[in-house]
């Protein structure tokens, strides 16, 4: 998924321990209704994380 992320000039995700059990429901909602509106929300929010990080490491000092 990282994979695909970057090359749409995203920054890679890291799901971590907490968020698996919600990242694992909202995969297997897709598998089994393709719905994937759970899944897109879920990379959004942790997406947004991973982009807040980057700018509170790298932003202006």
């Given at each position: ?29 897709y598998a089994a ?9 879920f990379v959004y ?17």
């Amino acid at each position: 998924m990282n994979y695909e992320l970057m090359r749409g000039e995203f920054l890679p995700i890291v799901i971590k321990t907490k968020n698996r059990e919600k990242y694992y429901a909202a995969l297997d909602l897709y598998a089994a209704s393709g719905d994937i509106n759970e899944f897109t929300e879920f990379v959004y929010a942790e997406e947004k994380t991973a982009l807040q990080w980057f700018w509170d490491f790298y932003g202006e000092k």
